[in-house]
């Protein structure tokens, strides 16, 4: 097969396994079916594979959105090119590390930086700032189950989140407040 052909068929070439090493590294192609364009070289991806640690990451690095079809291609990619992965970290790798630049939550208090009630309720039980249970009712379990819990604006406006304007109630409760839900 002359040089150019075989060129032009692996840039054409399907990656879904049709594609093996010849001698000097470059894919070969088996057949030719599918038809999905290499938008990458061997020595791209395993630069960008080397230093990443994860397949998120990756795909980050060469301007792709982190979805499923993209993953998959990433995973063609690296075993059509046998580049070693072993250095990847694996799924939540990060999820116990709280940034190191966790703002102090006397700001979200303050009104200082804008916060979501759910986040900012979350970040108010993660500090023990108030106990899981409704400050209403005093429920604390339902069913054998942690009660769910929201955040209350006792002035019913949700962008004040003094300390003092807030309660952590049940929905049950939280529904028969007069201003639920920007209900006045």
């Not at 068929?9 to 079916?33: K, Y």
């Not at 990847?88 to 709280?98: H, I, K, Y």
């Not at 700032?129 to 819990?149: F, Q, R, T, Y």
């Amino acid at each position: 097969m002359s040089t150019n052909l075989r060129n032009r068929l692996c840039e054409f070439a399907q990656i879904r396994g049709n594609l093996t090493d010849n001698a000097d590294g470059n894919p070969e192609p088996r057949f030719t079916e599918g038809i999905l364009k290499l938008k990458y070289c061997k020595s791209e991806i395993a630069d960008v594979v080397n230093n990443s640690r994860s397949k998120r990451e990756c795909l980050i690095k060469l301007n792709l959105k982190p979805y499923g079809g993209n993953y998959r291609v990433l995973d063609k990619y690296i075993n059509l090119y046998h580049i070693d992965t072993s250095h990847f970290l694996g799924q939540g790798w990060n999820v116990n590390n709280t940034p190191a630049d966790v703002k102090p939550i006397e700001k979200y208090f303050n009104n200082e930086i804008p916060i979501n009630s759910y986040k900012l309720k979350k970040r108010i039980l993660r500090d023990k700032l108030k106990p899981l249970k409704c400050e209403a009712c005093g429920l604390e379990k339902w069913n054998g189950v942690d009660i769910p819990l929201e955040l209350h604006h006792i002035n019913g406006d949700n962008k004040d989140n003094s300390f003092e304007n807030l309660k952590l109630l049940c929905p049950n409760c939280h529904a028969l407040t007069d201003n639920y839900r920007n209900r006045k």
